[in-house]
């Protein structure tokens, strides 16, 4: 997909435009290339925590040379805090496959909230002392979202064959508010993203080999908001866009048109 971004923004003279981004096969001689790095890599080849500071540490704990200890299978419900005091001093856990059974606390010296936009605000929303503030926890959320453009050439394109988001186009930014990247997937993931119903879709579907794929995307204006039942499971997430967010959303799919035809 990126050779099509490339050559579109060249026919339009926009190439410096497009950018490459550093991704893992250039610094990785291990990396396959499989193009799976936006969904989960098959082949533990990205340079997540999970693929190098928790192996390490690990590592070093059953060495006698470090003091590392993981978790698994539990669910945070809150922080918990000292006595007349907002000073964090651990955390309410549960197993995850036993919702009803018995709490378990961990506590520590430090406590490090570092469980994503929303679950950190699920955390804290149903955290007790922090709920009696009135504090604006989840407030002002704000996301990036965006619409892939499919682009279905005559010769075979191969898309799913490299790596995804390995370009990107900026020239829109800062005025236009959104930037371009090149997006594929394996085809059950795809076909999410494809337009059509039953017979329709499937033979959009069934040109798989033949599309090139991008999406613009667009920061969202801070206006949702991410609401929690305090004794009720999931999050609520409400979203608010104002018209300025859906207008960079429909430039940046006429820019990508553009590019791609």
């Given amino acids: 997909s990126g050779r099509y971004l490339r050559e579109g923004a060249a026919r ?43 192996p390490d540490a690990a590592a070093l704990a059953r060495a006698g040379t470090g003091a590392l200890r993981i ?16 000073r964090a001093r651990g955390v309410r856990l549960r ?26 605000s699920a ?14 926890i989840g407030e002002r959320f704000s996301f990036n979202f965006g ?19 390995a370009h990107y186009y900026d020239g829109d930014l800062p005025d236009g508010g959104f930037v371009i990247e090149t997006w594929y997937n394996p085809p059950g993931q795809q076909s ?7 017979d329709e879709h499937e033979a959009n579907l069934r040109r798989y080999v033949n599309y090139a794929c991008a999406a613009p995307l667009v920061g969202s204006s801070p206006r949702s908001r ?7 499971p999931g999050e609520r997430i409400h979203v608010s866009l104002r018209d300025r967010d859906l207008d960079r959303l429909k430039a940046g799919m006429l820019r990508t048109c553009e590019l791609f035809f």
């Avoid at 396959?32 to 969904?39: D, F």
């Avoid at 978790?71 to 907002?86: I, P």
């Avoid at 892939?148 to 394109?157: E, G, R």
Wanted: glycine residues 10%.
């Fill in 192 to 198: 999410l993203a494809l337009p059509g119903w039953m």
């Fill in 123 to 136: 955390i804290l929303h149903r955290s007790h002392a922090l709920r009696e503030l009135d504090l604006p």
């Fill in 147 to 165: 619409s892939p453009i499919h682009a279905d050439f005559d010769a075979p394109v191969r898309a799913f064959d490299g790596l995804q988001i």
């Fill in 71 to 86: 978790l698994v299978g539990r669910k945070v419900l809150g922080v918990d805090f000292a006595t007349g005091s907002l």
């Fill in 95 to 120: 197993c995850r496959n036993a919702p009803e059974g018995p709490l378990e606390f961990l506590q520590g010296r430090s406590v490090v909230l570092c469980a994503g936009a929303i679950a950190s």
């Fill in 12 to 54: 339009l003279g926009l190439a410096a435009a497009i950018q490459e981004c550093a991704v893992n096969l250039s610094h990785d001689p291990q990396c396959t290339g499989c193009g799976y790095c936006n969904l989960t890599c098959g082949y533990l080849r990205k340079r997540s925590v999970l693929q190098t500071y928790l």
């Fill in 226 to 232: 991410i609401d929690v039942p305090f004794l009720a």
